[in-house]
Each structure stands twice: as structure tokens, then as C-alpha cells.
């Protein structure tokens, strides 16, 4: 079965190949299928190629060579596939998550124009997405890693006749491909000074060549971290992500919380390496991710529009994933992009039944009393909510959450103040995302629910909700069965937290996560259904008004951006417009017509001027001669 | 054979202008044929000749032809060929038929008069490609850009006359320029030897002072750099390429600023090794500034045309960067970034020409919409502006990343400011998506999609930059021994040369 393994992403990219030849001319129903039967095979791969590599396949890794891409010297990058255990849980989460989303996608999109576009897209999405967490070589991996930004770039600006959704759709490619650039320099650093570009020969050399700490593994490190930054929407390239949820909500969903914002997540893990070998650096990633869970937990609480509150949640989700890597903890930082991957894209496909409901309306505050209208999405809602605020024991966020803060605790590279960020933001994720659900689906119906979610909207939403819950008993704390089957196996890929002696404190940690998450529902429920007066006090208070603006905007980061980068750079080329060089040479040709009129002048064919011009040269001359 | 291919393109353009009286589908139908066989041939070379040379007859040319031609003073038709030269005739041959199509319905006048042009263009260039005596080669040199100026000048748009004598300015002081330098090095090698010769093979490792040999380079440079086009000599090629008809366009972008390159990579620097390591820096930093000047111009166009001839000015710096880096990857990376450049700029100019024969604009601010209106040319369009982005899996990306990866180990500072065009590429080539494509339709545009000839064309172009992008090996293998040749003879000069500039030697290498 292993030997399939090239099918996992071959079957979407063929997928791509024959919507986008033939895509215009299919009925829909056709069409549909064939976006969503090539990832829906393609999991089905996954998951053989998964059972046979846990439990048939004697080693650790299986690698596959297709075929070697470029070969120039020694720069001998591969089209390769590399199989272990974190490549594997990425392939699982991808294939059947991206399986599920694409079957929503059937229903949800029946209405829209460019049907067949947006498989296309998709699955080229899917195909780009595992052909970065499969490739074997970084060169691959970054193949993917602009395809998928390429995909994310096609599907925000999806709708293109407003052309807001295509500014939104470059900003994101753009900001992106800042980081991106950065980390095609981290490229060339690592193969001009390790000769190799495969990952695994990377990270051999490196833990040999490069001394603990030495400028050369800080400089790769901190390179390949800006790619990430850009990816993984976090400070100070996160700006891009709330306004890509412009795309549809399945693409908000797949592509802008489950998947490929995890991607520098991923990266990071695959590279740890490297890292561990530059110890700032990775002080960097947990301090970078302690700052943007908090800053982005904040702005969720402010937002009107549904998807951008889930959006800034995403970040600040992730921004848990950088906390957890930052102190070491690879295996937890990969739970919790499981547990995230399927609680986010339940709330954004239960969050897309409401907006659909709703004819487009994306304001919470023109929702509410839902509860009863849509019983089924309203308790997918819940549950995903629940799983984000980490509600204890009954879901899966509860575990990988619970994680991450124990090791931001108790790991060498933890300390109290990354703890005590990630506390906060548990306090500040339970509070918004209760929000979300009290707004939306209690109180006064406020608009008009009009359409339903048709039976492939259903089923997607279903197993979601099941797995929210279900996902985090693979790995549980001591005291609560104990369960290490996850960080077994991602402990055959990714070291494990060498743990210390824990003191008495980490009973207080322990306990912490779950009051604090309980102490944000209530605090959700007073604030929005019991007192809603409150709030609306504090935000007419000047000081409260102004936090306000302040989170809604984002930070206020977009109109920092605009009058430091994007208007000079516009301006400048603006004014550049005729090309200044270009002007240069109109100026010679100018002198040279302006002058040779002036001397076209002298040509007056009139004997008399000939005659003086010449005698007074020649007196110009005795002049020069007598004088001289 | 060599002889064949410049022959080919030659007397079909003569048929093609004898044959106009019978119809305009003759010449059209003869200068495809002709670049038909022509690629035909080349293939069949390349089929012969994936990459090694003979080795045990110690031959550096897959094909070579000599023939005296005027014996007193050393011209002699000396024309060979190897791998560098091989994958740019294919190219030419490739742009030929490309531009014949691109030609098809847009000229309707003197059709006969132009297809003749256009194949002694495009035979002039093959005969650039080929030449190995300098004498020959300023002749075909000479032979490329008459006919270019005619097809600029007879065929072109509004401001036509203004830019074709710009072109033609532009090109012929350079070309004067190199003359002198031909002479040059000629009456050098001359005195020194006795031997008064053209030949490339004998004029390479002439001995001269640096100053001399500075100068001399300078003076091929000058033709080259203006053909390439390098900064500040490119103010020609935005209004050329504007004002040309699209196959004009296409023959310009796609090849003859790969002469400029070829030009310094077959002769100004293994003819003079030790002057090109002295201003090696400073090319480098003037197609660094290069990439983000035409980059950030691109950008700030509106006309749709002179935005893909900026962003010409921008992927050529890649080839001025990588050139003067002089190493095997860089190298390699000019070979594949000249091809894929020319391919997908050639692809850009035809998509543009092809909408502005529908729109009769090419203004970007009327246009908007057009991606439900045209589906074919959005999805053709798209495509090649990503590969124009340097979007990996495609050829550009390989190109690009091979030649910054080989500068990085010459300089890291430019490649890090180099690695900066990839975000300005990304901003022009995005907004000219957004302007073109998307957002409403506000002029109500009703235009037919691309035709199953146009369409023909574009998956030729589409599937040749996959290839490239995800198979580059087979043009890889072929260039390399080529490339191997010229480093070898570079390398040699310069351990042969006492007078060497040490501080910057140290730098390159």
C-alpha cells in the first residue's frame, strides 16, 4: 500500500486538470463530483497508506522518489515523498477534513456562479497543501507552500466582480509572499552552506556543522520563520488573514483555519531542528505566539462580522501552536492543530449555514434566536464553541489546549509569564466564542431565516461535531486516563519534552484551564444575555470607546502598513509613471531637434546674411590670430 | 545543416513576399511552414545531441562549418553550434511559428511584405546564435534589426514612426559601438600574432593590456546591454514593444533580448575574462536595480502592453545578475530564465495583442470583467502572469531560483535585495489580473474568446513552461557542456593572466 503513496496528492491534482479543461462544460452535478471523489479518494488512500505505516510497516519513515526535479552541480532537488508521523497526521487531517469541507461545499455553492471554478481551486488546493506536508526536499515543500498561497489568493477573491474581495485576495498573497521571500533566502542559505536541500539531510548536517546557538543556524532559523510568520497569519504578518474572509465559507474553512494556516506550524515541526540550534530564535516563535493569541484574542471580542471574530480566533489558535513550539513542545503544538483543524472548520461551516440562512448577513448583532430555527447547526455551534473555549473533560480542545499550557509550564524553555499568556487568552477564547453563540443563536430573531442546510451540508457538520469531541481522547493528562497514544506516535518523528520535576505549583496549573474556560462562559453569558447594559457602558466610556475602535480595527496594524509601505510605494511609482530615465533621453533628442531648428535658422538663403556671417568670421579670426 | 537553418527562415521569406499576390493565406501558410521545418531540424539535432559531446574527438560543438569567405582580411562563415546555442535556436524556431500566429488576423496589409520581415528577423537571430566569427556575427547582428525596424515602423500603432527610430537609434549606436570593438580586438590580436583574424576560436586569450581590455569591452557591452535591455539603455523597449504589432512584440521580447545575453555570454566575457571579473559588481548591482526598477515601473503602468515590456526590463535583470555571477548554477539559470522569459513574455504579448485587437484598447483603466466574458483568455492570461510572478512549478520560478542561488554565493547583500523582486513582481502582476479580468464589467464589454488557433498556441506555451518548471533537466543537461566550455576558457585566461585585479577576483569567487 505504500507504494500508493504518490496517489494522495496525484488524484486532486488530476481533479484540478480535468475541472479546469473541462470544467465549463459539465452539468453541476458532474462537476461535483468530480471535486469532490478525488479527495474523497485520496483520504481513502491516506487512511490505508496510514493503517499500514502504523501498524505493518517495521520503520519509522518510507520514502518515495518520483523522479529528481533539477539537476545542476550538486543542487540535485527531488520530486519526493517523505512518509513519517508527522507527515502522516498532516496527509489524515488534510485528505479527510478537505473531504468533508468539499462535500459541504456541494450544497453550499449550488447557487453560486463559477461552480466548477471553485473545485477546480479546491482541489488544486488540496493537491498543493499535501505536496507540502509530503515533499521530502524543502525546494517541494515550498512548491507547495506557493500553491497553496496561490489557491488561497484565487479563492478570497472567488467573487471577483466586487473588487474589494480582489484587493483582499492580494493583500493576502502579498503579505504572504513577504514572508515567502525571506524564507526562499533561508533556501539558499541552507543549501549554500549545508550543500543539500532534503530535509532530513538538513537536519543531520546541521546537528554536526552548526554549533548551538552560532549565527548561521539563527540566521536560517529566523529566515524560515518569516515564511511561517507570513503563512500562519501571525504578528507581524497577520494582517492579511481577516480580510480573507472574503472567499467563501468553505474556503474560510479549509484553507483559512484548518489547513494552510498551519502551514509555518508545520514548517517549524518539520525543521526543528534547526531551531533547537538557535535557541532565540525559538524564544521568538513563543514570545510572537504568546503576543498574537493575546492581541488577536482581544480583537475577536470586538468584531461584528461573524467570520472575521472566527478569523481573529484562527490567530490567536495558531498563536497557541507558536507558544507550544516555542518551549519545545512539537508534539502538542501538532494536537492541538488536530483538535483546531476540526472544531474551527465545524464553527466556520455552522457559521456558513447561518450567513446563507440569513441572505448574507455576516452581523452578529443583526442575528440572534436561531436556537430553535436551526436546532441541528445550533448544537454544532455549540460543540465547536465548547472545544475552542477548551470546556474540560467533554472536549477535544480541552486536551490539546490543557497541553500546551502544562508544557509552556513545565518545560526548560517555559516560564510562568507564556503560561500566564495563554491563560488569558483561554479566558478571552471562552468569552468570544460564547459570545458568538449568544449573540447568534439566543435572544430575538432579528432577521429572517430563509434557506436550510440540504443533506450534504448536514453530514459534514455531523462527523465534525463528533470528531470535536472525540479527537482529544487520544492523548490525555495524567489523572484523566492517562492516554499517550498521540505523543507516542509523533515521538517516532519529533523529540520528546524532556519534562521537569514538577513542583506543587502545577496543581494549581492543572486546574487552572478548566475554571478559567467555565469562569469565560459565565462571564460570555453575564455580559451578553444577562447585562448586555454593561458592555455597552464600557464602550461609550471615551477610554472604552476607544479600546474599542482600536481592537475592532485589528490593532490598527492595516493603517500602520498603508501610510508606512503601501502609499509610498504607490505614490512613488506614480510619480515614476513616465520613467524618469526615459526622460533623460527625450531631453537629448529635444536639444538636438531645438538646436538643429536654431540652425535651420541661419539658412535664409538671403546672400547678404552669408556674406556679413562670413566677414565676421574672419575678423573673428584675425581677431583670435592677432590677439593670440 | 547549420547553414540550412538560416537558410530556411531566408527563402521563405522571399517566397512569402513573392507568393502575396496569390493571397494572403500564402505567406502566412509559408513562414509557418518555414519555422516549421526550421524547429523541425533543431529537434532533430537535439535528438542526436541531448547533451554530451563527442568526447574522444575533442570537439566542443555539437556541428561546426567553416568556410572562407573573404580570405584577405580573415571573414570566414564560421557557424557552429552547441548546447546554449541549440536551446535558443529552438526557441527562435518556437517563436517564430508563435509569432506567425499571433500575426494571423491582426495583419491584414502587405502581408507578403511583412512575413518576409519576419522571417529575416528571426533568421538574422538564429544567424546571431550561430555565429562564431565576429565579423559574421555583427553582419547578421545588422541583418535582425532592419527588418525589426520595418515591422515596428510599417505594422505598429498610433506612435509607430517615434518608436521605431528610437529602436532603431537605440540599437545602431550600440551596434557602431561593437564594430569598433570587433575592429579592435582584431587589429590587437593582429599585431600581436600576425594573424589577422575574425574567428572567434583564435581570438579567444588575446593578450592585451586591462585597459585595453576594458575598453573594448565596453564597447560590446554597449551593444549588448542596450539589446538586453540593461539599465538606464532600456528606454527603447517599452516603446517599442508598445508600438510594435504582436508578433513584432512577441520577436522582441522573446528573442531579441536574448541576443543581448547570449552576446555577453559567448563573447564579452570569454573574450576579455579579466576586465569582465573587474566589473562583474557592478553589472550585478545594475540588473539587481534593474529587477525592482522595471518591477515598480510595471506597476505604475496603465497601458497593458507597456506593462509586460516593463516587466521584461525586470526578468532580464535576472539575466545580467546571473551572467555576471559566473557560476554553474547561475549560469544555468540565465539558460532556463531566458527560455521561460521568452516564452511567457512571448505568451503575454499575444494575449494582450489578441485583446486589444478585440477591445481596441489597451488602456487597463477601461478594462475590468473580462474573465466571464473571455473565460479562455483569463485562464491564459492568469497563467502566464503567475509564471511571470515566479510561481514554482513553473519554468520562471527555476530560472530565477537558480540564479539567485548561484548569486548568493557571490554576493549575499544583492540577493537578499534581489529576492525583493519576487513581492514586486507578485504586486504588478497581481493588480494587472485584478485590472484586466475582475471587478465589474463597466464598459459592457462583449468580446469573443480566444480562437482553437490561439488556443493551439497558448497550451504549446503553457505545457513548454510546465515543462520547464517541473522537468528542466533535459535543457539542463544540454546547456551544461556549453556552459562547462565557456567557464573552462575563462577560467584558463584567468589563471593564464599575471595582471589581475585581486580584490574583486577574491569577491567573485
Redesign the interface.
Known sequence: MLELLWLIPALPYAGFAVL?VAG?RLSRSVTASLGVIPVGLSAAVALLVGIEFIWFWPENTYAQLL???????R?TPT?GFYLDALSLVMILVVTVIGFLILLYSVGFMMRS?GYSRFFAYMNLFVASMLTLVMADNL?LL??G???VG?CS?LLI?FW????AN??A??KA??VT??G??SM??G???I??SLGTLQIQEIMQKAEIQWAIGSGIAIAASALLLGGALGKSAQLPLQTWLPDAMAGPTPVSALIHAATMVTAGVYLIARTHVLFTLAPPVLTAVAVIGAITLLIAGLSALTQHDIKRALAYSTMSQVGYMFLALGVGAWSAAIFHFVTHACFKALLFLAAGVVIQGLNEEHNMFKMGGLRRVIPGTFWAFIVGAASLSALPLVTAGFYSKDLILMEAWSSQAGNGWLWLAGLIGTLLTSVYAFRMVFLTFFGEAKTEFHKRADITMKIPLAILALLSIVAGFIETPQGLGNMTLFSDFMETALPALPTLPTGSLTVIAKIAVPIISLIGLYLAYLLFVRRPGWVRRATETPVGSLLHAYWLSGWGFDWLYSRLIVRP?VR???W??Q?A??L??DAVAGICMVSSDALALTQTGKIRWYAAAITVGVLIFIAIVVLG | MLVWLILIPLVGGVLAWLFDRAGNRWPRWISLFAFGIDLALVLLLWVEHPGEVDLTANRAWFAEIQVPWISSMGITIHLAIDGISLLLVMLSCFLGIMATIASWTEIRERVGLFHFNLTWTVAGIIGVFLSLDLFLFYFFWELMLIPMYFLIALWGHENRSYASVKFFLFTQVGGLAMLLGILGIYFVHGRQTGIYTFDYSELLGTRMSPNTALLLMLSFLAAFLVKLPALPFHAWLPDAHTEAPTGGSVILAGLLLKTGAYGILRFAVPLFPGAALQIAPWAMMVGVIGILYGAVLAFAQTDLKRLVAYTSVSHMGFVLLGIFAWNELALQGVIIQMLCHGISAGALFMLVGSLQERLRTRDTRRMGGLWPVAPRTGGAMLFFALASLGLPGMGNFVGEFLVLLGTYRVSILLTVIAAGGFIVSTVYALWMIQRALYGPNEEGWRIPDLSMREVGAMTAMVLAILWLGLYPRPFIHTAGHGLDQIQKIVRQARADRTIMPPIESARVR
Open positions: 479546469a465549463g523522479w529528481t526535479w533539477i539537476a545542476v552541480g543542487f520530486i456562479e525546494l515550498y512548491l507552500w506557493e500553491g496561490l489568493y477573491g471577483y466582480n466586487d473588487p480582489g484587493r485576495a492580494i498573497f502579498l509572499r513577504v515567502d521571500a526562499a533566502v533556501l539558499f542559505l543549501f549554500v510605494f512613488m511609482a506614480d515614476n509613471r520613467d530615465i526615459d533623460v533621453y
